[in-house]
């Protein structure tokens, strides 16, 4: 009897799991309320619990005038979607809350928050407090895009609910901040998006903030220093050529991959030779961009040394290519040459935007231009590197700036005089 009495409650209570389990019991509960017609049950895991509470507590719906549009031809999985320019001051209206605040929950799905003002939002607030410059802001900047579950358009009045900016979070804080400086010259750039199909918003999403990144080096290309470089390197010829920028010779034949300079490895080359700091054009080279249009690639410098640190270093690795300096020195490419500059001029070194220093470097082409000559050059300036090293080639003893000072006074000593080390005729 205690047997199947234990059975019975063991029976009941799997019957109440099951039902519990099944919802059949809630499905009971509320038919019986005679107020619906068809009840459905549907579980869910904690994920989706965690998704359908962001989604009521973000569903905001804002209503604004969009007028300057064009309807984007139909997409699978997007009921609508629209691209084109918004007033900066209506698109401020969509961020505000009740209370005069950005609303932050409108950034749930963007892959970065706010960064404050790092650089280029620095940039962004002074595109907008120019005069001039603010009337271009829509084709300087790469726009917001909305993404709403439920888009509604009558004319050029538009209702969304439930939306989501997923790209453009440092511009929709910029603008906001600026808010009280906002007038109607300014234009923001909007791609509005209507669907319900979570893999569509997380598809967008991905290709919207994936781009390529673009280096603070990669811009100097665009500034007129840059471009007089590029210009000025482009007239030299029969084995003296250098190309600045890489991609853009990439479906060029004929082109000598070796020959183009990057802007990361010109600006360490320069600083090495010029500058005399080899020991920052690695783990300190953050420190060196910031001397951008004041040591390096000020507008007043002259041409001629940025041409010599690039086709030093272009001899130099082509060395190293080709065996002909031991791999051994690799770790202190650039300090072989502020030293070969050293062995090759000993005079001492111009101010970087007069005439001595076009001078200057003409001497020291004449040099490097000779293979033989800059051969021995690099040969007797590693030769520098390796007494200075005493046998240590480990990064962490040569790229410091002990090691650079002991470089620079073993070169300037009587030890100079040594027959190995000698200026080469």
Same mark, same amino acid.
């Given at each position: 009897?205690?047997?199947?009495?234990?059975?019975?409650?063991?029976?009941?209570?799997?019957?109440?799991?099951?039902?519990?389990?099944?919802?059949?019991?809630?499905?009971?509960?509320?038919?019986?309320?005679?107020?619906?017609?068809?009840?459905?049950?549907?579980?869910?895991?904690?994920?989706?619990?965690?998704?359908?509470?962001?989604?009521?507590?973000?569903?905001?719906?804002?209503?604004?005038?969009?007028?300057?549009?064009?309807?984007?031809?139909?997409?699978?999985?997007?009921?609508?979607?629209?691209?084109?320019?918004?007033? $900066?001051?209506?698109?401020?209206?969509?961020?505000?809350?009740?209370?005069?605040?950005?609303?932050?929950?409108?950034?749930?799905?963007?892959?970065?928050?706010?960064?404050?003002?790092?650089?280029?939002?620095?940039?962004?607030?002074?595109?907008?407090?120019?005069?001039?410059?603010?009337?271009?802001?829509?084709?300087?900047?790469?726009?917001?895009?909305?993404?709403?579950?439920?888009?509604?358009?009558?004319?050029?009045?538009?209702?969304?609910?439930?939306?989501?900016?997923?790209?453009?979070?440092?511009?929709?804080?910029?603008?906001?901040?600026?808010?009280?400086?906002?007038?109607?010259?300014?234009?923001?750039?909007?791609?509005?998006?209507?669907?319900?199909?979570?893999?569509?918003?997380?598809?967008?999403?991905?290709?919207?903030?994936?781009?390529?990144?673009?280096?603070?080096?990669?811009?100097?290309?665009?500034?007129?220093?840059?471009?007089?470089?590029?210009?000025?390197?482009?007239?030299?010829?029969?084995?003296?050529?250098?190309?600045?920028?890489?991609?853009?010779?990439?479906?060029?034949?004929?082109?000598?991959?070796?020959?183009?300079?990057?802007? $990361?490895?010109?600006?360490?080359?320069?600083?090495?030779?010029?500058?005399?700091?080899?020991?920052?054009?690695?783990?300190?080279?953050?420190?060196?961009?910031?001397?951008?249009?004041?040591?390096?690639?000020?507008?007043?410098?002259?041409?001629?040394?940025?041409?010599?640190?690039?086709? $030093?270093?272009?001899?130099?690795?082509?060395?190293?290519?080709?065996?002909?300096?031991?791999?051994?020195?690799?770790?202190?490419?650039?300090?072989?040459?502020?030293?070969?500059?050293?062995? $090759?001029?000993?005079?001492?070194?111009?101010?970087?935007?007069?005439?001595?220093?076009?001078?200057?470097?003409?001497?020291?082409?004449?040099?490097?231009?000779?293979?033989?000559?800059?051969?021995?050059?690099?040969?007797?300036?590693?030769?520098?590197?390796?007494?200075?090293?005493?046998?240590?080639?480990?990064?962490?003893?040569?790229?410091?700036?002990?090691?650079?000072?002991?470089?620079?006074?073993?070169?300037?000593?009587?030890?100079?005089?040594?027959?190995?080390?000698?200026?080469?005729?």
């Amino acid at each position: 009897m205690i047997r199947s009495r234990n059975r019975t409650q063991g029976a009941t209570k799997f019957r109440n799991c099951y039902r519990v389990l099944t919802g059949a019991a809630a499905v009971s509960d509320v038919v019986g309320l005679r107020l619906f017609r068809d009840v459905e049950f549907t579980p869910v895991d904690v994920d989706l619990i965690q998704r359908l509470y962001n989604q009521a507590k973000n569903a905001v719906s804002r209503e604004f005038t969009f007028s300057e549009r064009t309807v984007i031809p139909e997409i699978p999985g997007v009921s609508e979607a629209y691209l084109g320019l918004l007033p $900066a001051s209506e698109f401020v209206s969509i961020l505000a809350d009740d209370n005069g605040e950005i609303t932050k929950s409108l950034f749930y799905d963007n892959v970065r928050d706010f960064q404050d003002y790092n650089p280029v939002n620095t940039e962004i607030r002074q595109t907008l407090e120019s005069d001039v410059q603010r009337k271009r802001f829509s084709l300087m900047n790469n726009g917001i895009t909305i993404i709403a579950k439920t888009l509604r358009a009558t004319g050029n009045r538009f209702y969304i609910e439930d939306f989501q900016i997923v790209n453009g979070c440092q511009t929709s804080h910029v603008l906001f901040d600026q808010r009280d400086n906002l007038d109607e010259t300014i234009m923001v750039p909007l791609r509005l998006i209507a669907t319900q199909d979570e893999s569509v918003t997380a598809s967008i999403i991905k290709a919207t903030n994936r781009q390529t990144e673009v280096r603070e080096e990669h811009l100097l290309a665009l500034s007129d220093f840059g471009k007089k470089l590029e210009m000025f390197f482009q007239t030299f010829n029969d084995g003296k050529q250098l190309l600045r920028r890489s991609r853009q010779y990439n479906d060029l034949s004929g082109i000598e991959k070796t020959r183009i300079v990057t802007p $990361a490895n010109l600006i360490r080359a320069y600083a090495a030779m010029f500058l005399e700091e080899p020991h920052r054009t690695t783990r300190n080279y953050a420190a060196l961009l910031d001397r951008v249009g004041k040591d390096i690639f000020a507008p007043e410098h002259r041409l001629e040394p940025y041409y010599v640190a690039a086709f $030093a270093l272009y001899r130099l690795e082509y060395l190293f290519r080709n065996q002909a300096l031991d791999p051994k020195y690799k770790p202190a490419r650039y300090h072989i040459l502020l030293a070969s500059r050293l062995l $090759a001029n000993a005079a001492s070194l111009p101010r970087p935007n007069s005439h001595e220093m076009q001078r200057y470097c003409e001497s020291t082409l004449e040099l490097l231009w000779d293979v033989e000559k800059a051969d021995a050059l690099f040969a007797k300036a590693a030769a520098v590197v390796e007494v200075v090293a005493k046998g240590n080639f480990h990064r962490d003893y040569i790229r410091t700036q002990p090691f650079t000072e002991s470089l620079k006074d073993l070169e300037r000593s009587a030890e100079m005089t040594h027959p190995d080390l000698t200026h080469p005729n």
